[in-house]
């Protein structure tokens, strides 16, 4: 029986990816066995055992670099767990003997990871970013293989990183033609003109939701014949809902409107959309591409090493994307983004055809082919 041990967390931008290999594997190996390791604090706590794996937890946590005097407890409190960290990461280890294993980034998989190449267990990463996290560059020079979403990244690994282009998985409905546009626009109960999605994620984005109020002011005071349905996120009910009936938009009434805080059909929202507006995370960019969407991207600024611009710029330098950066951002320069590419039909057809272009459609495969590798490799070495 192949036993794989996982290591990764912290956000679900490592959790996800680490599900779906896993699902990926078990295809092939029905009966493989897994473990997942990762902090007992983090999402991956409540987000594994909920898919029914059996989770390891291990105390780790990252270093604050601006000096302050609550920075300098968590920095103490993180030493004394990178400490711990190793002999913790053995007993994991030992007590499960995995066949291979495999690290999706955030700071816990660095000591299962190292750990692991130490004791000769096969080992790889698997990056999601443009932008490679810390953790996994750091990894990168230690593990038998990396595997990128993206070209990009292996730009920022070290030469000597042994690295595949695989893609990164999509969740299940984000597949082109999974279901077409004016059968989502139906499913929403929409008409068929143009469709706009645009959305900031489950928290929402301030930023965003100021651009779709004043987008959705501009529809309603210009009769642009649109659809329009955009996700506020939890902290928009106190200033976005509020500032649409300022603006007298009838969100409530309007039948081209959908708007909620949060969406639980995001794959026919986007089958249903011309047109998407939002962030740029790992995920996000891989549907984007999955489905063949054209979109306008507005990074967030406040992740590690601005990675989710690296990320946008992929689609943006192939002409799959117009890219707006927040400090750039303004209601009018959205405006005038969004209505030429409104009046230009041509223009977001080719936004959509090069995205489409952009996307690793065998993705499951190279993944596995990758895994494939490191089981043959620890059996020839049991041998």
């Not at 699902?23 to 493989?32: G, L, N, T, V, Y």
């Not at 998985?169 to 546009?181: I, K, M, N």
């Not at 930023?207 to 928009?236: D, R, T």
Request: net charge neutral; charged share 20%; aromatic share 6%.
């Amino acid at each position: 029986m192949l036993k794989v041990l996982m290591a990764g967390g912290g956000t679900g931008g490592h959790i996800n990816p680490a599900l779906a290999i896993a699902s990926i594997i078990k295809e092939h190996h029905p009966d493989a066995e897994f473990l997942f390791a990762g902090t007992p604090n983090g999402m991956e706590a409540r987000l594994i055992p909920k898919a029914g794996y059996e989770f390891a937890p291990i105390k780790v946590s990252g270093f604050q670099r601006k000096i302050t005097p609550k920075n300098l407890v968590r920095n103490a409190k993180a030493a004394a767990y990178l400490t711990a960290s190793g002999h913790r990461s053995k007993q994991i280890i030992d007590g499960f003997k995995p066949d291979i294993v495999i690290g999706t980034g955030g700071y816990v998989s660095y000591p299962i990871l190292a750990k692991a190449v130490q004791m000769g267990i096969p080992a790889a990463i698997h990056e999601q970013n443009a932008f490679p996290g810390i953790t996994n560059r750091l990894l990168a020079k230690k593990v038998d293989e990396v595997m990128l979403t993206v070209e990009e990244a292996a730009g920022h690994l070290d030469a000597c990183a042994k690295y595949t282009v695989t893609g990164l998985p999509v969740r299940a409905g984000f597949s082109a033609g999974a279901l077409s546009r004016a059968e989502a626009k139906k499913k929403l109960g929409l008409d068929g003109e143009l469709c706009i999605f645009s959305f900031g994620g489950s928290l929402g984005a301030g930023a965003i939701n100021n651009g779709a109020a004043a987008l959705l002011k501009w529809e309603k005071e210009n009769n642009i014949p649109v659809n329009h349905i955009h996700g506020f996120g939890k902290m928009g009910h106190e200033t976005f809902l509020p500032k649409l009936k300022e603006l007298g938009i009838d969100y409530e009434n309007d039948k081209r409107l959908i708007i909620k805080e949060y969406f639980d059909n995001m794959d026919v929202c986007t089958a249903a959309a011309d047109l998407i507006i939002c962030r740029s995370g790992a995920s996000t960019i891989s549907e984007l591409q999955a489905m063949g969407r054209a979109s306008v991207l507005i990074p967030s600024p406040n992740v590690t090493a601005n990675h989710q611009y690296h990320n946008a710029m992929v689609l943006g330098r192939a002409g799959a994307a117009v890219v707006i950066e927040e400090k750039n951002l303004t209601d009018e320069l959205l405006i005038e983004k969004v209505s030429a590419l409104i009046h230009e039909p041509q223009r977001l057809d080719s936004l959509a055809r090069r995205a489409a272009e952009t996307y690793v459609s065998d993705t499951p495969d190279r993944i596995y082919s990758v895994i494939d590798r490191l089981i043959n490799k620890n059996r020839s070495q049991d041998q």
